[in-house]
């Protein structure tokens, strides 16, 4: 079930505008994946930069906080718990041994609203333990419930798990007939605890179109196709302050409130977000949702996005929308041919290291590569890789052009299979360089490859990570 198009001067919007904001966004450099614009439901813009493609989800990081706030609101609306159950009353058998009055006043409202009472990041804390809601629990809470706003993802994967005590069934499976699957999302991937818990807070993966759906829904106060998704009394307590997040904010949009896992924005809209710049925006004055994926290396460039929307989009509703069909053909130019940063297909250099069939054993490394094996053949290279255990693989790649495969590789908690796009390409005669688009993620890798006469230089860097370690190691020549 796609979402339909239409030209943006039918929606009060021109095609000059979106070209500025398009332009805008190459010439500061956003690395933006894919994007969407709805304008009374209807597609804009949109765009897919290679190898990004349409059908593939990405990892939505924290913006699937804002699925779980859904999750609970239907929970709710269905009289399966309360906004003022106490959090303690799903667990009795995981209570710590002294219960504060904190703890005892912590409900459902304060976890969704991220003022459940801790003073500092738990992150860390609960993420290395493998019980999470017992850990949780046992954490002190400085703060009484409701007086202190800290952004926190386990207050968040707590929602999940009282999803899993009220309804008998995990979050995917509680969101197929009642989110999912009326929005037209097939079945997603969605991480999990080591216990095996959804892990609301983060894990999630949807498609551009999925996030503008779902943005579609909250625009429209709840409904989807005049299908009801949640109510619009939830919708309204979910998108209205519910915590002061403004004391020591950097950012203007992150410091105008927060509601049950939305950021408000300013002049009446509001958000999900995620880290590397997941983004699913709504406006709900000008009728517009934008759905975004991105490669951020940090959350400022989130906002410099933000501040492009409501300079060359939100401020150009209803100035000079008049329909010029040059315009418009150099809009949709402009959408089909916005370039990524992928390696530019270089002629292979004389001279270069006979390599085929050649075996290096890697020095001690933070992931554990224990051996590689170059296979040549004219202009196709596989790359054998040894850990040692299931990210084992066989890597094609090709001087000519892109390789499409599978490969085990982190998402956000854990290892995945998941769709990797390879290109290949020799900087010079003894430098080979690699470069990996996992897809369904931000992640780049880079393999950056010397050789030398017994040995060679490994370089492993990535674009953007919160936990992959960049490193450079020597690789020792064998005999195969």
């Known amino acids: 079930m796609e979402i339909s198009t239409d030209i943006p001067e039918n929606h009060r919007l021109s095609s000059q505008a979106l070209i500025e904001f398009f332009n805008r966004i190459e010439q500061l450099k956003l690395e933006v994946n894919s994007f969407i614009l709805l304008q009374d439901g209807k597609a804009t813009a949109q765009f897919w930069r290679p190898p990004y493609r349409k059908d593939t989800p990405q990892l939505l990081y924290s913006l699937s906080k804002s699925f779980t706030s859904i999750a609970v609101g239907i929970a709710w609306d269905n009289g399966l718990l309360d906004l003022d159950d106490k959090v303690l009353s799903f667990f009795p058998e995981k209570l710590p041994s002294h219960v504060s009055p904190n703890l005892t006043k912590m409900t459902v409202h304060h976890l969704l609203s991220m003022n459940a009472g801790h003073h500092d990041n738990i992150y860390a804390t609960v993420a290395k333990e493998q019980d999470w809601v017992k850990t949780y629990l046992s954490l ?8 202190h706003y800290r952004y926190s993802t386990h207050s968040t994967y707590m929602l999940s798990a009282i999803i899993k005590q009220v309804t008998g069934q995990n979050m995917v499976d509680f969101l197929m007939p009642r989110l999912f699957e009326p929005l037209g999302i097939s079945r997603p991937s969605w991480e999990t605890c080591p216990l095996g818990m959804t892990a609301g807070g983060m894990g999630l993966s949807l498609s551009t179109e999925g996030i503008a759906k ?22 309204e307590l979910a998108t209205t302050e519910q915590s002061d997040n403004r ?12 509601g049950y896992q939305f950021h408000l924005c300013r002049r009446g809209c ?8 997941q983004l699913c925006f709504v406006a709900p004055k000008e009728n517009i949702v934008i759905a975004a994926t991105s490669s951020f290396k940090n959350m400022k460039p989130l906002q410099t996005l933000l501040d492009l929307i409501y300079e060359h989009i939100i401020d150009q509703l209803d100035n000079n929308a008049s ?40 020095n001690e490394n933070p992931h554990g590569l224990k051996k590689i094996i170059f296979h040549l053949k004219d202009e196709q ?6 850990y040692g255990d299931d990210r084992d693989n066989i890597l094609p790649f090709d001087f000519t052009k892109a390789m499409h495969t599978k490969d085990v590789f982190n998402k956000d908690l854990s290892m995945h299979l998941q769709e990797v796009v390879t290109y290949a390409s020799w900087q010079d005669n003894s430098t080979l360089q690699l470069t990996l688009f996992y897809i369904e993620t931000p992640y780049v890798v880079t393999y ?31 005999n195969v």
């Open 270 to 277: 509001y958000r999900g977000d995620g880290a590397f710049g």
């Open 214 to 235: 779902f943005g579609l829904m909250l625009l429209n106060k709840g409904v989807y196709k005049n299908k009801r998704i949640v109510s619009e009394q939830f919708i």
């Open 323 to 362: 329909y010029n069909p040059e315009y418009n053909i150099e809009l949709q130019k402009l959408l089909s041919k916005l370039p990524n940063a992928v390696p530019a297909i270089k002629p292979v250099p004389v001279n270069t290291p006979m390599v085929n069939n050649t075996c290096y054993i890697i």
């Open 448 to 478: 950056t490859i010397i050789f030398h006469d017994q040995t060679i230089d490994f370089h492993f860097n990535i674009n953007v990570s919160l936990n992959i370690s960049e490193y450079k190691v020597t690789g020792n020549l064998m």
């Open 247 to 258: 004391a020591g904010a950097e950012r203007i949009d992150s410091a105008q409130g927060y």
């Open 381 to 386: 290279l596989k790359l054998q890789v040894f």
């Open 140 to 147: 002190d809470v400085e703060h009484e419930p409701g007086s």
